[in-house]
């Protein structure tokens, strides 16, 4: 292994320690929670680093930069597990179909319709999360809280799409937990087993109020370039 892919695997192993301490205080399956690495705008040999290191779960925000990024490594890695975790755009909804195994974003009616076309023309079912703007924060996207229900319920039933889970960003100047509390707890009412939220500087306390995925970058890869 070289340095880089030591020094990665490092990191990796002490994000995974607290995470099972995380879980384990709350009595918890750790197994339970999977780290996404989050690779938008890391250099390259970074993220071969970490593919060295032996990590699997990948998340990028932009379809195009996923392409460029994953579209070989995909063939040569089967156990790639691909996360897009940045916004969808209509008109990418077909590349995102292609490439990717789970998609945090679906936030408007526009980009689940989207899906729902490209899901049925390709046969391919990505796992979808539903996210909700949880802080109701006018220029953040994401269906708020009250509205939730129903756009989950017309995603599965008249959409037929594949929702999973939800996914939140909690307003940046304030307490992260009540969020992933709110989001929880839509979650559960709706029996959406998954959840997408904490980030590099929140995910133990998002793993002890019911994360099953959480978004870690700079933590682990260190600070992104541009």
């Not at 490209?118 to 220029?139: D, K, S, Y």
């Not at 109020?209 to 700079?218: E, F, K, Q």
Request: glycine share 8%; charged share 25%.
């Amino acid at each position: 292994m070289s340095d880089a892919a030591q020094n990665i695997a490092e990191h990796i192993a002490g994000i995974r320690g607290k995470i099972d301490t995380a879980a384990r205080a709350v009595e918890r399956d750790p197994a339970q929670v999977s780290m996404i690495a989050v690779s938008k705008k890391q250099p390259d040999d970074r993220v071969q680093a970490a593919l060295e290191a032996g990590h699997r779960v990948y998340g990028e925000n932009r379809v195009q930069e996923a392409q460029q990024r994953w579209s070989e490594r995909r063939a040569q890695i089967p156990d790639l597990d691909l996360h897009l975790v940045g916004a969808l755009q209509s008109n990418k909804a077909k590349d995102a179909v292609e490439l990717f195994d789970a998609i945090h974003s679906v936030d408007r009616e526009s980009v689940a319709k989207a899906l729902s076309k490209e899901i049925a023309r390709q046969g391919r079912r990505p796992e979808l999360f539903v996210q909700l703007n949880t802080g109701e924060e006018p220029q953040k996207a994401g269906i708020a809280p009250g509205a939730a229900d129903a756009f989950i319920a017309w995603c599965r039933d008249e959409l037929d799409l594949p929702v999973v889970g939800a996914m939140c960003l909690p307003p940046v100047d304030e307490e992260p937990a009540p969020h992933f509390a709110l989001l929880a707890k839509i979650a559960a009412r709706n029996a959406l087993p998954k959840l997408s939220m904490g980030m590099s500087g929140d995910y133990e306390t998002a793993v002890k109020l019911g994360a099953t995925h959480v978004r870690v970058g700079s933590a682990l890869f260190g600070a992104r370039e541009g």
